[in-house]
């Protein structure tokens, strides 16, 4: 009796297909074979294949060409949920680095601004979620992957606080591959000594309407914070 393969599940078809344009084997530009062979190729069902290549759609990586298959869009059309992939697996030598910088100098200013705008809206009563995401934070600070997830708790609890929707959907969408990225860093070395009295004060700033003496104080943090995270990753990487 011959052996039956298993039919590999939509997550997998979708991370082979996310490698493969990640690393090169479809290039931007490319088209993927076409849905007949595709199929065959990866052992997936038809409609597990559309499914994967629409979440790729979704994504920005690829697009339908009538008459001509799917398409694989120019790099600079993705969208930042391609990054963690990228940062792994697709990242030319040598560039991992500035990008690393890059994210983090996004992330920094991505969270002063919330931190700046949501600072009027705030007072001791509201700020109590953040301030027991930021003891949990602590509490997980060998775990570093839950050290960062609670840690981006504590700022999606401030926007929250602050009842601006806008900026907790903005915060939604970008935790996902910050958390990712987190999954790569292990060692209790990478939480400063200085986290909790930071944000103590931070949260204290806030309560008193001091959005600029927050913002002032997290930057610090950041800045010092952020030189552990890319010292992390080219010891990783290398």
């Not at 344009?21 to 290039?27: A, M």
């Not at 995401?133 to 840690?151: C, G, L, Q, S």
């Not at 601006?164 to 209790?188: D, F, H, Q, R």
């Not at 309560?207 to 930057?219: I, Y």
Request: one cysteine or more.
């Amino acid at each position: 009796m011959p052996l039956l393969h298993p039919t590999p599940s939509l997550a997998n078809v979708f991370d082979r297909l996310l490698s493969d344009i990640v690393t090169g084997t479809y290039p931007p530009g490319a088209r993927l074979p076409a849905e007949r062979d595709l199929s065959r190729l990866l052992g997936a069902s038809r409609p597990t294949l559309r499914e994967a290549l629409r979440r790729l759609g979704e994504w920005g990586m690829v697009r339908p060409r009538r008459g001509s298959g799917v398409e694989v869009r120019p790099i600079f059309e993705w969208s930042v949920d391609v990054l963690p992939a990228y940062l792994k697996l697709g990242a030319p030598q040598g560039t991992l680095g500035p990008l690393i910088r890059d994210v983090l100098g996004l992330r920094k200013v991505v969270l002063l601004e919330v931190i700046r705008l949501v600072a009027p809206r705030l007072d001791e009563k509201k700020l109590l979620p953040a301030r027991a995401a930021v003891e949990r934070a602590w509490a997980a600070r060998h775990d570093v992957a839950t050290f960062v997830a609670e840690d981006f708790e504590c700022i999606r609890a401030i926007a929250q606080a602050a009842g601006t929707l806008p900026a907790v959907w903005m915060l939604n969408t970008i935790s996902g591959v910050y958390l990712e990225i987190a999954k790569t860093m292990t060692g209790a070395a990478m939480v400063p000594e200085t986290y909790l009295d930071t944000y103590r004060s931070v949260l204290a700033a806030l309560e008193r309407g001091n959005g600029t003496a927050a913002c002032d104080e997290l930057g610090r943090y950041f800045d010092h914070y952020d030189r552990r995270l890319v010292a992390a990753f080219a010891e990783v990487s290398s």
